[in-house]
């Protein structure tokens, strides 16, 4: 079984880090796609410490900016020919599993924007690339990709709608993602059931968080959730999203941590 989870980690502080470290160690996902990472001292000992335990660790570089990470504690190919094509390419990580028959993950994590021109000109063309990014795979590559990060953006049947705050082109994602034949996964499982990944001041909840899945491996997910531990724990802002493949998976040699409270070990 290839089991994935997907967390926008806030830009964490260390005081966050250590605790968020031992929230993730305690799940059972084989590969972490980590959004909204930093160069700050919180995500490098977040990640340093997967390192140590000899997980697959891939982070691009991206001074200045937030980006994105993939730790996976099963046997990974890095793909940075995937995402070398994107208007910020260290936004993306992207990897092929060595899975029976061979899976893509690539994890994004979308600018946000509110209506500043720049910003809206910037997100515009990181999703346009997004969007060129799938087109240029291989139609098997497709079918065996999984899509996931923080998306910063709501599909047009969203509940609550909040209409007027999206531009079409936000919107329009979700017809790319379709036509690439991407599935989103929560919808696939649970039809018909609103989840929020994000909530605002005034407790407005959305869902920017997704994973979606190719057409060859619709009929592989097995389950998924929506997790708002971390966010009730205040470990980040965002829930946690994850799903299960119906897929065979090697294993690497993965070591305790042993600055992580006992008996915490990596997964």
């Known amino acids: 079984m290839l089991s994935i989870l997907t967390l926008n980690i806030q830009a964490t502080s260390q005081r966050r880090a250590e605790p968020l470290l031992r929230w993730l160690t305690a799940r ?15 995500s490098a000992y977040l990640l340093d410490q997967f390192r140590r335990a000899g997980c697959h660790v891939l ?54 924007s509110d209506r500043a021109p720049a910003k809206v000109e910037r997100k515009r063309a990181f999703l346009a690339s997004l969007i060129d990014t799938l087109d ?53 499982l649970t ?12 407790g407005n909840g959305y869902r920017f968080d997704y994973l979606h899945v190719g057409d060859a491996l619709r009929d592989r997910l097995r389950d998924g959730d929506y997790l708002q531990e971390p966010r009730e724990q205040r470990l980040t802002d965002h829930a946690a999203v994850t799903l299960n493949l119906d897929l065979p998976v090697g294993t690497l040699d993965v070591r305790p941590l042993p600055a992580v409270a006992e008996p915490a070990t990596l997964f």
């Open 28 to 42: 059972p996902e084989q590969i972490l796609l980590l959004t909204e990472t930093s160069g700050g001292d919180g």
């Open 59 to 112: 982070h691009p570089p991206l001074p200045g900016d937030r980006g994105a990470a993939m730790i996976s504690r099963v046997p990974v190919t890095d793909r940075p020919d995937i995402t070398a094509g994107l208007s910020i390419p260290g936004r993306a990580v992207a990897a092929t599993v060595h899975t029976d028959p061979p899976v893509t993950v690539l994890g994004i994590y979308v600018p946000s």
């Open 136 to 188: 240029r795979l291989t139609a098997d590559e497709r079918a065996h990709l999984v899509l996931g990060g923080d998306y910063n953006v709501i599909p047009r049947d969203h509940q609550p709608p909040y209409p007027g705050v999206w531009l079409p082109f936000e919107y329009a994602l979700f017809d790319a993602l379709a036509d690439a034949g991407l599935t989103d996964a929560h919808h696939h």
């Open 191 to 202: 039809p018909g059931t609103p989840q929020h990944s994000w909530f605002g001041r005034a």
